[in-house]
């Protein structure tokens, strides 16, 4: 069966990976059929170990592949790329993708100074993934942790002065400590996928000549790019499941997606 037969499985702990859905979509990918499951029970796994976090992710992984046909898997969770991708690329026997490395090779395109800022939640910061993947590629990348912004998002408050304010104070940190560092950033990468939701606050709150990166838009593009020369013609088909929450997940999961869910269905991998 051809990858263009197939289903894309999309994976996060919760929904905030449906932005990279949206992403997808809008990369106007011709594979035509996506699954996505949010692991709302045992959220969050920024506070879990990696272990754990591994055998939860190849959970849900193998649920994509093995009952929903998934032939390529987007990891659309930053802790569980920065924590998990070996786990699960060892269990499954298709392609799998994170969300890190397009990030990081999205801001290796844009820079001009090799300065690189980073804001994400604590989890993704404390595993460096995102420093460890631009250092890779001859970038340096400084890190921050923007804890208030996840729940800020999910209260809705997209675009309050609260929220602003709290971007404003988090970036004049940030900058201040590149600047102590010798640094001159002319990027900043989103590496948490809540925070599409408020990059048109972050975007008025960088300063002119930083250009703001994200994650899920560059990790929607390298999946186009993958499958650029196949061709569908037929109708988007999305089906969506949760592991709890079924109706947080229809509510909230639509202002992600940037449309309506529809049904999610509960489905229990612990068996």
């Known amino acids: 069966m051809s990858l263009t037969s197939k289903t894309i499985g999309v994976f996060d702990s919760g929904f905030g990976g ?24 045992r ?3 920024g506070s879990k ?25 987007v990891i659309a969770c930053n802790t569980a790329s920065a924590l998990a991708l070996d786990a699960i690329e060892q269990s499954v026997s298709v392609p ?4 890190i490395t397009p990030g990081a090779a999205a801001a290796h395109a844009a820079t001009k100074t090799g300065d690189v800022l980073v804001i994400a939640t604590d989890a993704t910061v404390q595993s460096h993934a995102y420093a460890t993947a631009c250092s ?8 921050k942790a923007c804890p208030l912004l996840v729940p800020l998002v999910e209260e ?3 675009d309050h002065p609260v929220t602003s304010e709290v971007i404003n104070i988090y970036l004049a940190e940030l900058l201040a400590q590149a600047a102590t560092l ?18 048109p606050l972050i975007e008025k709150a ?15 593009a390298a999946v186009a790019a993958r499958f650029q020369n196949r061709k569908s013609t037929d109708p988007t088909e999305l089906r969506f499941f949760a592991t709890d929450s079924v109706e947080k997940f229809e509510r909230l999961g639509s202002r992600f997606l940037g449309q309506p869910t529809g049904p999610v269905t509960l489905v229990d991998l612990d068996g």
């Open 18 to 41: 449906l932005t990279v859905l949206h992403a997808l979509l809008a990369a106007h990918n011709p594979v035509s059929r996506y699954a996505f499951i949010g692991d709302s029970a």
């Open 43 to 45: 959220l969050p796994y």
């Open 49 to 73: 170990s990696r272990r754990t976090i591994a055998r939860y992710a190849v959970e849900s992984a193998r649920y994509l592949v093995e009952q929903q046909n998934a032939g390529f898997l």
């Open 96 to 99: 799998v993708l994170g969300v």
């Open 136 to 143: 890779a590629l001859g970038l340096r990348a400084l890190e």
């Open 156 to 158: 809705g408050w997209t």
């Open 182 to 199: 010798g640094m001159k950033p002319d990027t900043l990468l989103l590496g948490c996928t809540h925070y599409p939701l408020i990059r």
């Open 206 to 220: 960088v300063p002119a000549g930083i250009r703001v990166i994200d994650s899920a838009e560059a990790t929607a």
